[in-house]
């Protein structure tokens, strides 16, 4: 069978980690019709936007893309081109696992927990306004439908990935309408899925218990702000965010990404850690029913790093991005 896939090489070292995982995925034999599309600061010159009608178009063609990161000015300029994704397809699921990997080093071990946050609400919805020239307005939008959806698919996740447990994260006790809505919501639907385990906990506790006990935790459920935080705090649990892949998911379609920002600093230099955007592919294979690919590809890497020959300087070896997804090549 072959697929269609919109790739999108993004800014900075973006290239150079999607090259690399486009190589590791086409070594698995899957047939894949890359469909190449732009997006980033480069090509406001061209089109006026980060984010091109070319681009979009071919996301609605393919239903699925591959994206590299993206840079987004801090404070001015353009509002993120990964939220703006995320809005045009209601991509309104981000899946962020994190494990570790016998090989790097870390504080912790039997780390396996995974972030499933809210995509398109929250403070993210970017609904904000100078009240005066003294004051900032953010509003904090949740809706019961977006509440429902990602606390389902969370839970859905656990009982088809065979996972135990789901800890829905939230600051009900302060913010007692958003939060509390939320945390409501997540109790009601826990009760339809009695098999899976069911616990809460306010956001900044669940940040200390992250630090000090990960390996209790499988399933965390979080509203938008709070996904975002969580999800570089496990990342750094376990080696930093070029080992994290990410997955958006929607009704009708799904951007794939490492969640890493663009380094711009190192870019050409080809040192940039790729196995986020290989795991990322995996990730991709696995949502089209490429199960067996996807875990031969996460077990390729898990042996690249675990051996420690072949290591990026992040890592602590000398390795190139292409050398390490070469290695992960031999390893399939």
């Known amino acids: 069978m072959a697929y269609q896939v919109t790739l ?23 047939n894949i019709h890359w469909e190449e599309a732009q997006a980033g600061a480069a090509m406001i010159e061209a089109y006026g936007t980060p984010l091109p009608d070319e681009t979009i178009a071919s996301i609605r063609k393919t239903g699925i893309a591959l994206k590299g990161p993206i840079t987004t000015p801090v404070g001015t300029g353009f509002r993120s081109v990964n939220v703006a994704l995320r ?3 209601d991509l309104y699921a981000n899946v962020r696992p994190t494990k570790t990997y016998p090989g790097v080093i870390t504080k912790f071990e039997n780390i396996d927990l995974v972030i499933v946050r809210e995509n398109t609400e929250d403070l ?49 006790n302060i913010m007692k309408c958003t939060d ?35 390996e209790e935790y499988d399933v965390l459920v ?33 951007i794939f ?11 050409g230099q080809h040192k940039i850690n790729p196995t986020a955007a290989i795991l990322s592919t995996a990730l991709m294979l696995a949502h089209l029913g490429e199960g067996e690919k996807a875990a031969a590809i996460e077990k390729a890497v898990e042996t690249v790093i675990g051996t420690g020959k072949i290591l990026t300087p992040d890592m602590g070896g000398t390795a190139s991005t292409e050398e390490f997804a070469d290695a992960v090549i031999a390893a399939l």
């Open 124 to 172: 993210y919805a970017g609904i904000e306004r100078m009240v005066d020239e003294d004051t900032a307005e953010s509003i904090k939008l949740f809706t019961r439908k977006g509440c429902e959806r990602i606390i389902r698919y969370a839970f859905e996740y656990a009982v088809r990935e065979g996972r135990k447990k789901v800890t829905a994260v939230h600051k009900a």
């Open 180 to 214: 509390g809505m939320f945390l409501d919501i997540a109790r009601k639907i826990a009760k339809e899925y009695p098999q899976i385990q069911f616990n809460d906990s306010i956001v900044d506790a669940m940040c200390m218990r992250l630090v000090m006990h990960p």
């Open 257 to 267: 990404e490492p969640i890493h920002g663009s380094a711009p600093d190192i870019a």
């Open 87 to 89: 809005k045009t397809f």
């Open 222 to 254: 979080c509203p938008n702000l709070y996904g975002d935080i969580i999800s570089d705090l496990c990342a750094g649990l376990v080696g930093g965010l070029g080992l994290t892949p990410s997955a958006n998911i929607g009704v009708d379609g799904a």
């Open 8 to 30: 999108i090489p993004g800014d900075g070292s973006g290239p150079e980690v999607i090259g690399a995982a486009k190589k590791v995925v086409e070594a698995t034999g899957i």
